[in-house]
């Protein structure tokens, strides 16, 4: 078990980052390029497979909204499962997210799977951003 703390300043009211967060049902190939295809599996349920450095990745996550302060991720299935909580707190200047990740892998080391994290943190982060300031104006 790998447990890896970040955070970021999304540059938008927190109302808008809860736009953001919805988007991700209807919209999460533009938002991540990375993912090849999503399906609904339940109301909080879906499968992605990613592309993970040229491999293809399938990934279940259940999603637990709790707006407007809280958004927990478990993952069920994948090359990493476990649990990510992101907290948001409005802030001069934007919303600061804090994201706590509590994950395992059956398939890398400790040292490979928080590299492994903090990239998906960063990625992701880097998407949401660029999908909120180019095509979630203010």
């Given at each position: 078990m790998?447990k890896?703390?970040?955070?970021?300043?999304?540059?938008?009211?927190?109302?808008?980052?809860?736009?953001?967060?919805?988007?991700?049902?209807t919209d999460?190939?533009?938002?991540?390029?990375?993912?090849?295809?999503?399906?609904?599996?339940?109301?909080?349920t879906?499968?992605?497979?990613?592309?993970m450095g040229g491999?293809?990745?399938?990934?279940?996550?259940?999603?637990?909204?709790?707006?407007?302060?809280?958004l927990?991720?478990?993952?069920?299935?994948?090359?990493?499962?476990?649990?990510?909580?992101?907290t948001?707190t409005?802030?001069?200047?934007?919303?600061?997210?804090?994201?706590?990740?509590?994950?395992q892998?059956?398939?890398?080391d400790e040292?490979?799977?928080?590299?492994?994290v903090?990239?998906?943190?960063?990625?992701?982060?880097?998407?949401?951003?660029?999908?909120l300031?180019?095509?979630?104006?203010?």
């Open positions: 790998v890896v703390k970040d955070d970021g300043l999304f540059p938008a009211s927190r109302d808008k980052v809860w736009e953001l967060i919805q988007a991700h049902q999460a190939q533009t938002i991540h390029p990375r993912i090849k295809s999503a399906k609904q599996l339940t109301e909080n879906r499968e992605m497979v990613w592309d491999q293809s990745m399938k990934v279940v996550a259940k999603f637990i909204p709790s707006p407007p302060n809280q927990t991720i478990d993952f069920l299935e994948g090359p990493m499962t476990g649990k990510m909580v992101n948001y409005e802030v001069q200047g934007g919303t600061k997210v804090v994201t706590e990740c509590d994950m892998s059956k398939f890398m040292k490979q799977l928080e590299g492994a903090r990239q998906f943190l960063i990625d992701g982060f880097d998407d949401d951003v660029r999908y300031t180019t095509k979630m104006k203010k």
